[in-house]
């Protein structure tokens, strides 16, 4: 077994034994239930992961074709669609195994123009076979940025696996930092935030959570880097702060959909985090913007 | 075993794995028969759906109502309906199946609406679920309100869109002596399942 992984999985079930402990021990009153749920719900979803990077990089894609899926057809399932456009999905969701196919077949070019460039030709192209013109601009912007968010953005952390002696570190780098820096933004905006980031948006981030998560997603992306990655010190440092930030800016984007649509959550897939997309909704910023940076560093 | 087979390894992650669901209240599903179900109406997944919901010791024993026009009108279709659903055909014989299939302990699976309308928009409810509830008193009606099967496979258009979809139970009711009275407590208790979210 990869030693890196070895290590990211000890690291991650040391960690939820402590998050674990922690709830059993200090039993917090308010919202307890709902943290127990979302916990539980970590002991599912992190084994789930770092059981989808042994096998190899044709299953590690499949994982994140499948996680694709679920985001987009949530997303689908969320936005008012018409009735019209049923077959024009159907083409939004078959593009996802290709997507994921170009990493497997080391199609870089196909596979970061494949959804900029042509599925953004076809779609309104399918959609004008229809011939419904009430409210195409609405329904091929809405299904288009589904379509970039949960497929395009989200294939970049399988794209990882594209870049020489890359790998699966790196998969595991910007996926564990994504997802602790989510934690750790929660956990230093519960204890001490008070004025916020984006009231009108999302009331739950305030400035504290924001800094103390850039500061502890910093902390993080330095200690992992020279396992996982070929990354210097400094340039972890960047990678830290810019899947803080990434991180950040994907939640209220996804926030600013919810409200939009007067939405709480996207979906009940996990339970205690809501939908699918409230747990990956942060890729959408972290994974592009980690893969070009390391990309342009390093390739 | 075939059925049983079929339950678990195709229908199952077909409900779960291709479209998604979200049950509300699953605690109020009947434990046992019999029990009616009844159900809004939009598209031929519903029976698929509801039948997913249930352990497959109770699903075996469920018998969909369904169009006798429509299911068996062809051989292999009839042949899928009656011999793997089990479906009670809507015809002038399906008050005597309904009566013979809840007086041998099943689960009868109705669509009020007599038709799949549009997308969770209740269409005026038949009034058969009356006669059957006056002539069986102590069975249970469960109400169950669908979302999203109308969006995934909607009536007229033979192509299957994955779609999440939603299943809300309702309390369990019996008949009340009356039939106006009756079938105005079952369109509240849909109207209530629908505003649920």
């Given amino acids: 077994m990869n030693p890196a992984l070895l290590t990211v999985t000890l690291g991650t079930l040391v960690l939820l034994v402590i998050a674990s402990a922690a709830i059993v021990l200090l039993r917090p009153s308010s919202e307890g239930d709902e943290l127990i749920r979302r916990l539980k719900t970590w002991w599912v979803i992190a084994p789930l992961f770092l059981m ?75 959609m004008l076979i229809t011939g419904h013109t009430d409210g195409f601009l609405s329904a091929v912007g809405t299904l288009y940025w589904g379509l970039m968010t949960t497929v395009y953005c989200l294939s970049h952390v399988g794209a990882l696996l594209l870049l020489p002696h890359g790998g699966v570190g790196l998969v595991l780098y910007v996926v564990v930092l994504t997802q602790w820096n989510d934690v750790m933004q929660y956990i230093w905006g519960r204890s001490l935030g008070h004025s916020k980031v984006l009231p009108s948006v999302s009331p739950g981030k305030t400035w504290a959570g924001l800094i103390g998560g850039i500061c502890s997603t910093i902390a993080l992306s330095i200690a992992l880097a020279p396992f996982l990655t070929p990354l210097t010190r400094w340039e972890s440092v960047l990678a830290g702060a810019l899947i803080a930030l990434g991180g950040f800016l994907g939640d209220v984007t996804v926030s600013a959909v919810k409200r939009d649509l007067n939405h709480k959550d996207t979906g009940t897939m996990l339970p205690g985090h809501g939908g699918i997309l409230d747990r990956i909704d942060s890729f959408i910023y972290t994974a592009p913007l980690f893969f070009h940076m390391v990309r342009y560093l390093h390739f | ?71 068996l009108s062809n051989r292999f279709l009839a042949w899928f309906v009656l011999r793997l659903l089990r479906i009670i055909p809507a015809n002038r014989a399906m008050l005597d199946g309904v009566h013979a ?63 999440l979809c939603s299943v809300q139970l309702g309390e369990a009711m019996l008949w009340c002596g009356d039939k106006v009275q009756f079938m105005r407590n079952l369109e509240r208790g849909f109207h209530e399942l629908g505003c649920r979210r």
């Fill in chain 2, 1 to 71: 075993m075939a059925r049983l087979l079929l339950f678990y390894v195709v229908l199952k992650p077909f409900v779960h794995g291709v479209l998604g669901l979200n049950v509300g209240r699953k605690d109020l599903l009947p434990r046992a028969g019999p029990a009616i179900l009844v159900a809004n109406h939009n598209s031929h997944l519903d029976t698929l759906v509801l039948l997913s919901l249930f352990p497959y010791r109770l699903a075996k024993n469920i018998r969909p109502v369904a169009s006798a026009e429509y299911f």
């Fill in chain 2, 101 to 163: 299939a809840l007086a041998s302990g099943e689960i009868v699976l109705l669509f009020p609406e007599g038709t799949r309308g549009e997308p969770e928009q209740l269409a005026p409810l038949q009034c058969g679920i009356a006669h059957i509830a006056k002539s069986h008193p102590d069975v249970p009606i469960t109400p169950v309100f669908i979302r999203g099967t109308g969006k995934a496979l909607p009536r007229g258009d033979p192509v299957l869109v994955p779609f």
């Fill in chain 1, 52 to 126: 989808a990077l042994l096998p190899g990089r044709a299953f590690t894609l499949a994982f994140f074709a499948i996680v694709s899926f679920l985001a987009l057809r949530e997303y689908f399932s969320l936005i008012p669609t018409r009735r019209a456009d049923r077959r024009v999905l159907l083409y939004a969701y078959a593009s996802i195994p290709l997507q994921f196919a170009w990493v497997q077949w080391d199609r870089y070019g196909m596979f970061a123009i494949f959804i900029p460039v042509y599925m953004f030709l076809l779609i309104p192209l399918r």
